[in-house]
């Protein structure tokens, strides 16, 4: 037997969010060694979603993770911690847990999403802090200098 339940969004303004991915280019963030796609911030949520793709011999400094993430190997391999992520694994990491270092073995591309901002870290203290904000000031700024520079250029 059915249950009767009205299931129409309360939102009906609600909908997916779709990105191709494929079509975006790569955003420089160590020159020649490491490049992000923003697939999605979460303003309710804190949550992010990005694509990283890392030049073997690239080298993610100390960080700790602020939220729990999730990590998918799209090709490559990564040294975490005392393993090695490949190409189809997946991990979690729980809120709280502390890197010294990540190294990419190979050229390796993943997917990573975030629940929360990660910091990092060195002897000194805190060296950086990246959450969903950071993330979407920074693709908002990159989205006004190439409209900035078409505008000039036309």
Known sequence: ?????????????????LVK?????WVESQPGMAYSKLLWTGAE????????????????GPHKHL??????????KLQ???GVLEA????????????????????????FISNGPVVGFDENG??????????ERARQAREQAEEDSSRSAG
């Open 88 to 111: 189809g694994d997946y991990v979690y990491e729980a809120n709280g847990m502390i890197h010294e270092a990540t190294t990419a073995l190979e050229d390796t591309e993943y997917l």
């Open 21 to 25: 991915a494929k079509d975006m280019p």
């Open 67 to 76: 939220a729990g993430c999730h990590t998918y190997i799209l090709k490559g």
């Open 45 to 60: 949520t804190g949550s992010w979603a990005v694509l990283l793709k890392w030049n073997k011999g690239f080298v993610a």
């Open 126 to 135: 805190i060296t950086g802090y990246s959450g969903w904000e950071e993330l």
């Open 80 to 82: 975490v911690r005392d």
């Open 1 to 17: 037997m059915a249950i009767q339940q009205d299931i129409t969004p309360v939102n009906p303004e609600l909908m997916d969010t």
